[in-house]
């Protein structure tokens, strides 16, 4: 799916900045979560289990910074079993269970496996995310605990002389351990919106294709059956009344210039409707197919934009009587009834019903979007369509003023 509108290098432009900043977010954050460790834990390990410390954090830094263009591919590209993923939860792992073997070396040495559980919980779908986040927390919460109460007790560093000092290092771990989630979960929403976007963007423009194909089929579904029509009757007055069959083919060849012409309308989106051609140029239609129809439109303040909806009414209407009918008499009728406008097509032979036309589908759409309904029909062989479109306060026609009156001026007589 791509998108090509006039905003589309934008988004693009903004996309790629968005990834650069989760990317730089993400390794500013392991960068300062590796740097805060060493700080704040070397001065309680000495010897060679200070040297081994160190360097399994500065590789577990190392494998974080590694792991960042995993997180970067989405969730449908997430890959929780990646060597890259399990050699950051071995490192970081091996780091704090150094830490918490007597005597504890600090709370300071669990950012790495802090850092490793966000990471962890960026690749796991719905609900293992805070599975993985209370683990990490419990780790860290457990094996601090048994580094502060198995015995020997750990020396106090200078850095934890205040009383409040490691209660800040465990709350500081635990949004190290939300700072990768919460980094790649801002990306991954921008990108859900980006794709709904795109969506709408194509769903728009099948909607509008939706649209121009059924206004195609409503004209030339219409005139190519009107054209059958007078083709069929022209072939038959051809033999025996040349002169009529004359007028026919005359008329198809006028039909054919309508419908080049309506065609050319439709895709230009200019045409325009009114109810009254299109009902007594339905009723000539019937009628010259030998259908007696009568037409009655009452509507002098119908607005254009419902008369172009009935319009259409008619015409598929009209269609479905010479197409799918054996009528004899037909009657078109529109009118405005209390708050509503109403429009009732019958004819009185029905065909068989059918079920896989979408004349009158479209035709439904087009009057739900004037929040109007489309109701048939079929009893004792008479067909009944009805078309019911409600009113609006601008539809109604307000009350004329009076003109002011003035007051009449005393006549002056001469003497």
């Not at 830094?61 to 929780?80: C, E, K, S, Y």
């Not at 801002?186 to 969506?199: G, N, P």
């Not at 009893?379 to 009449?408: K, N, S």
Request: proline letters at 6%; one cysteine or more; a positive charge.
């Amino acid at each position: 799916m791509t998108d090509t509108g006039p905003g589309a290098p934008r988004v693009t432009a903004d996309l790629r900045a968005m990834r650069l900043f989760t990317a730089f977010s993400l390794g500013l954050g392991m960068l300062i979560g590796g740097v805060v460790q060493l700080v704040l834990g070397v001065g309680a390990a000495t010897g060679v289990r200070a040297v081994a410390l160190v360097v399994a954090t500065v590789a577990a830094v190392l494998a974080g910074l590694a792991t960042i263009p995993l997180l970067l591919r989405g969730p449908d590209d997430a890959r929780p079993r990646h060597p890259l993923v399990l050699v950051l939860l071995a490192l970081s792992g091996a780091v704090w269970v150094v830490a918490v073997v007597p005597p504890f070396a600090g709370w300071g040495w669990a950012f790495t496996l802090a850092l490793a559980g966000g990471v962890l919980s960026c690749l796991v779908p719905g609900w293992w995310r805070a599975t993985v986040i209370l683990c990490s927390w419990a780790a860290i919460g457990l094996g601090g605990l048994i580094g502060v109460l198995v015995p020997p007790r750990p020396t106090v560093a200078p850095w934890r002389a205040e009383a409040g000092a490691e209660a800040i290092v465990i709350s500081t771990l635990a949004l190290f351990t939300l700072l990768p989630l919460s980094a790649v979960w801002v990306q991954q929403v921008v990108l859900r919106l980006e794709h709904a976007r795109r969506l709408a963007s194509d769903l728009a423009v099948a909607q509008e294709r939706l649209r121009f194909a059924t206004d195609l089929h409503d004209i030339q579904g219409h005139n190519l059956q009107v054209i059958a029509l007078k083709s069929e009757l022209a072939e038959r007055l051809l033999t025996g009344q040349p002169e009529r069959a004359g007028r026919e083919i005359a008329e198809i060849r006028r039909i054919v210039q309508v419908a080049l012409d309506d065609t050319r309308a439709v895709v230009n989106d200019y045409r325009t409707v009114t109810v009254a051609t299109e009902a007594r140029n339905a009723a000539a239609v019937l009628r010259s197919a030998g259908i007696r129809c009568t037409e009655r439109i009452d509507t002098p303040d119908l607005p254009v934009a419902l008369g172009a909806v009935f319009a259409v009414a008619i015409r598929e209407a009209v269609t479905n009587v010479l197409r799918h009918s054996r009528a004899t008499e037909a009657t078109i009728e529109l009118v405005r009834v209390a708050a509503e406008y109403r429009l009732t097509v019958t004819n009185n032979a029905a065909g068989a019903s059918r079920g896989d036309g979408t004349g009158l589908a479209g035709l439904a759409d087009r009057v739900a979007a004037q929040r109007g309904t489309v109701e048939t029909t079929r009893e004792d062989g008479t067909f009944t369509l009805i078309v019911r479109v409600p009113t609006t306060d601008a539809d109604t026609p307000g009350p004329v003023p009076e003109a002011p009156t003035r007051p009449r001026r005393r006549r002056r007589t001469r003497r």
